[in-house]
């Protein structure tokens, strides 16, 4: 066998694996993976090869985005999100619950959570509708495009589930923003939901009340309710500066903190490694931020351009609502560490938000007929 032949072939097998890919976007991301298999194996062990498995899902999911173009993606955004809404309400009607929550959708085969369909299907279905109102939307438009985004979050709320709708409802405001939402509306927004306020108390359940009350006064009930933030906030302080060292955490090492492997990885990542390895994983998220943010302005069309921001934030949402609660600045809802902490579900949403940057960012030269 000729040597050059099977070289030759070799290069041409990688330039098509590879070809479609955003090199910053994949570099970023694989040493956020390489931080998540190290800080899972001091956390907990004994999954970091079903952790493995759960990458390299969401790796060929990545890939597999990454060659589908914008375009394709618009056509899609409307089934995908019809099929989104009937999935949720059949988990109203036929879904599992586990620990008091009706979430989850028995399909024999497997068993699935379709409020994470909708992190991608909002942000998809909203883009291709400010897309075909490019010229100049109306008020009436953004008030249908909330509509829109408000019978999903009402589903998955209902499931209870406030987590999911935090982000779903996230990313669809962002495409709302990005369409150019006047600054006054907002205001008024946000004045309108101050307001709600005490009548939305009312409507929470008591865990999510519990939840607000311990985010204040986590001592009313240190071996309870409030055992999560004080052990977490105690995990972060004891790192100091340079962190106590990989797998000589104690807090994380003597099982102190609890779910260390999902939600509150960020306090063992903090306890062994410091304030500089904590800066480490900032600038990281950061560069992932700015890397999507670039892509999106240099979009071909308003909806990849949406998409892509709209995408891109979502990773700034699920970070710094994951690090706040954790730190005890906002209430537990329970949100991963992107592309940090354990979860297959998660990590497959959020690197299908990385392969559709890639594929808008392959596509940034093409014009749509």
């Known amino acids: 066998m000729n040597p050059g032949i099977g070289l030759a072939t070799l290069r041409d097998w990688w330039h098509k694996l590879v070809a479609p890919l955003d090199g910053p976007l994949l570099l970023i991301a694989g040493l956020l993976l390489l931080l998540a298999v190290g800080i899972m194996a001091s956390a907990s062990p004994e ?90 939307p109306r008020l009436r438009d953004y008030g249908i495009a909330a509509v829109l985004l408000l019978l999903p979050i009402g589903l998955i709320a209902r499931q209870p589930d406030l987590g999911t709708a935090i982000l779903v409802l996230a990313a669809g405001f962002y495409v709302i923003f990005f369409a150019g939402l006047s600054w006054k509306i907002m205001v008024g927004m946000a004045v309108a939901g101050v307001a709600a306020a005490p009548f939305a108390w009312n409507l929470l359940h008591d865990y999510q009340r519990n939840r607000i009350i311990t985010l204040f006064d986590p001592e009313r009930d240190p071996l309870g309710k409030g055992f999560h933030i004080i052990q977490s906030t105690i995990a972060i302080g004891s790192g100091g500066i340079f962190g106590k060292g990989w797998r000589a955490g104690t807090q994380a090492q003597l099982e102190f903190i609890p779910e260390r492997h999902t939600d509150f990885i960020f306090a063992v990542f903090s306890e062994e490694f410091g304030l500089f390895g904590n800066l480490l994983l900032l600038l990281l998220y950061a560069a992932l931020i700015v890397r999507g943010l670039m892509i999106a302005a240099n979009a071909a069309t308003l909806f990849s351009r949406l998409l892509a921001g709209a995408v891109t934030m979502i990773f700034f949402t699920y970070a710094f609502v994951n690090m706040g609660m954790v730190s005890g600045i906002l209430p537990v809802v329970g949100v991963p560490l992107p592309l940090i902490s354990y979860g297959g579900t998660a990590l497959v949403t959020l690197f299908s938000g990385i392969g559709i940057l890639m594929s808008i960012h392959g596509n940034r030269m093409l014009v749509q007929k």
Do not use: C
Request: charged content about 15%; proline content about 6%; glycine content about 4%.
């Open 47 to 136: 999954r970091i090869n079903a952790q493995l498995i759960n990458m390299t899902v969401a790796l060929v999911v990545m890939r597999i985005l990454a060659q589908i173009p914008p375009q394709r993606l618009m056509h899609l955004a409307v089934p995908i999100y019809v099929a989104g809404l009937l999935l949720l309400i059949a988990v109203a009607l036929f879904g599992d619950v586990s620990k008091g929550a009706r979430r989850w959708l028995n399909l024999g085969f497997m068993r699935a959570q379709p409020s994470e369909l909708m992190k991608i299907a909002m942000p998809l279905l909203l883009a291709w509708f400010f897309q075909k109102r490019e010229a100049m």
